[in-house]
Every structure is written in structure tokens, then in C-alpha cells.
């Protein structure tokens, strides 16, 4: 376990804040998506791609989310997440400038993978860094530190949105703060380096984690379905 004196502030934003990217990728938008759809009436297909602006998040993490580990295992650990943050903040902020709805969705794709990336290898590096209860507190506040940041950021993306629906990507560059913290962190400069494989390799139990797949899917459709869909029912409600 680490003592006090290993504190450092830098690591702590770096590890902690990730959290809150998977959750801003997937519902930060929500609020302006009605006027991202008036925005592009008229072109085919507008009102499947601007829900697609969300869903295609849930996909892409699907995607890179098994893919994370053997690229942090190759190219280091820091290094990833610091790819992470940057791809996040720079796709997530694309949107205030893209010309066209499938082009926003391809950014949107690569937000989803920045922040799935972001979180498994700051999870990872929780897990390699610190034991016991310093360990626990940590995993813990990573998610209830996401939870309570976007209840402030979707009202503010909101109150953007109310200005200029483009200028609602920019709660993206929150990501900013946290990739300069992982530059700078001196204990994640420990991982910079890929770690060493084990020679012995078990087998993946496939069973379990089709169940997980299984239950996960469930609840990420309820999950969705709120965010994508909530904000148009309030609009036919007459509820801007």
C-alpha cells in the first residue's frame, strides 16, 4: 500500500476522473439532441442519425473494450490513457465544427472508444498501484466522482445548447485537465513502459462472460433508451 507521501494530486485527477468520460460520451448530448435533428432537417436519415450520435458511443465501447488490454500490454499503460484523453477531447469536441450528421457519428465512434479506453486502463492502473481499502475507495470514487460531475455538466450543456447547439461539444474538453494530469503524474511515468506477459497464459472462460455480455446488453438498452429518447418525448410534450 502506499503511504501518505506517494500522494500526488496529479495521479489522483489522472485515475479518478476518468470515470466520468463513459458517462458525459453517453448521455452529456442528450439535452440538445432534438435541435441537432431541426438542425438537419431535410436530410436522409436525420432523425436515425442524430439518436445514432449516442448509441454509436455504447457500440464503439463494445468494440475497443476487449481490444484496450492487449494495446496497453504493447505500448505501455501511461501511454494509453494518455492516447485516451486526447482522442476523447479532441473527437468529443469535432462535433462543434463537422459539417454533416454522419460525420458527427464517426467522431462520436471515436469518443466511445476514448472514454472505454480511458476508464479500463485507469481501473488497471488503480488495481496495479494500490491494495486493500486505498484500492477500494479508489474504484469506488472513479464512478461516483463521473456520476456527480455529469449532473453539473448536462444542465451547463443544456444551457449551451440553448445558445448554439454546436457549442454543446465542447463539455468534451473536460477530458483536457485529466490528459495533462497523466503527462505530468511521476508515478505513472512508472508505467510507461509495456509490462511484462506472464509465460503462462490461462484460456478465456467464455461461458461467464457471454452471460455478462448477455445481461450488459439488457442493461444498456434501458439505459439508452432514457437518453436517446427522453429528450424528444419532452419536445412533443412542449417542455424545451
Do not use: C
Request: cysteine-free; glycine content about 10%; overall charge positive.
Amino acid at each position: 500500500m502506499p503511504k501518505r507521501s506517494d500522494f500526488n494530486w496529479a495521479t489522483e485527477i489522472a485515475l479518478l476522473g476518468s470515470g466520468l468520460l463513459t458517462a458525459l460520451a453517453t448521455s452529456g448530448l442528450s439535452p440538445v439532441l432534438p435541435k441537432i435533428e431541426a438542425a438537419y432537417t431535410g436530410e436522409p436519415n436525420a432523425a436515425f442519425l442524430t439518436k445514432a450520435i449516442v448509441t454509436i458511443v455504447g457500440i464503439a465501447m463494445i468494440v475497443a473494450s476487449p481490444l484496450v488490454g492487449t494495446v496497453a500490454q504493447f505500448f505501455g499503460r501511461r501511454r494509453v490513457l494518455i492516447w485516451s484523453y486526447a482522442i476523447f477531447s479532441g473527437a468529443g469536441i469535432g462535433g462543434a465544427f463537422l459539417g454533416n450528421l454522419p460525420a458527427i457519428v464517426a467522431s462520436r465512434f471515436l469518443v466511445g472508444v476514448g472514454g472505454a479506453a480511458a476508464v479500463i486502463v485507469s481501473i488497471t492502473l488503480i488495481g496495479d498501484m494500490y491494495q486493500g481499502r486505498a484500492r477500494e475507495r479508489r474504484i469506488g470514487a472513479n464512478q461516483a466522482i463521473g456520476a456527480l460531475l455529469l449532473s453539473g455538466l448536462m444542465p451547463i450543456a443544456g444551457l449551451l445548447g440553448d445558445i448554439a447547439w454546436r457549442l454543446a461539444f465542447t463539455i468534451h474538453l473536460i477530458a483536457l485537465p485529466l490528459l495533462a494530469a497523466a503527462v505530468v503524474s511521476p508515478r505513472l511515468r512508472e508505467f510507461d513502459r509495456a509490462p511484462a506477459l506472464p509465460k503462462e497464459r490461462g484460456s478465456w472462460p467464455l461461458r461467464p462472460l457471454f452471460g455478462i455480455a448477455v445481461m450488459s446488453l439488457f442493461a444498456g438498452s434501458i439505459t439508452y433508451s432514457v437518453t436517446v429518447f427522453a429528450p424528444f418525448q419532452l419536445r412533443d410534450l412542449g417542455i424545451p
